[in-house]
């Protein structure tokens, strides 16, 4: 894998709590960084799909025992 350096600003507060909870995970800044990014990205693209599939809803909901009783699944 091939990797690019970045340069980030941030507040000497955020600083400070970064520092922390990187002593107390043990975790590398670059993996906590990479690791939060990947997050937010993973949360954007989800939020793109659950606005998409709201658009085809119909309405139509089904209780667990529905569902659980259609794949027959005993609860």
């Known amino acids: 894998m091939t990797t690019k350096?970045?340069?980030?600003?941030?507040?000497?507060?955020?600083?400070?709590?970064i520092n922390d909870y990187l002593k107390v995970t043990g975790e590398s800044f670059n993996s906590f960084a990479e690791s939060?990014?990947?997050?937010?990205?993973?949360?954007?693209?989800?939020l793109?799909?659950?606005?998409e599939a709201i658009k085809s809803d119909d309405g139509t909901h089904f209780?667990?025992?529905e569902v659980a009783k259609e794949?027959?699944?005993d609860l």
Not at 48 to 51: A, G, R, T
């Open 71 to 73: 794949l027959n699944i």
């Open 5 to 17: 350096t970045k340069s980030l600003r941030i507040s000497s507060e955020l600083n400070n709590a």
């Open 48 to 51: 793109k799909d659950y606005k």
């Open 63 to 65: 209780t667990i025992d």
């Open 36 to 46: 939060a990014m990947a997050d937010k990205m993973e949360n954007l693209l989800d």
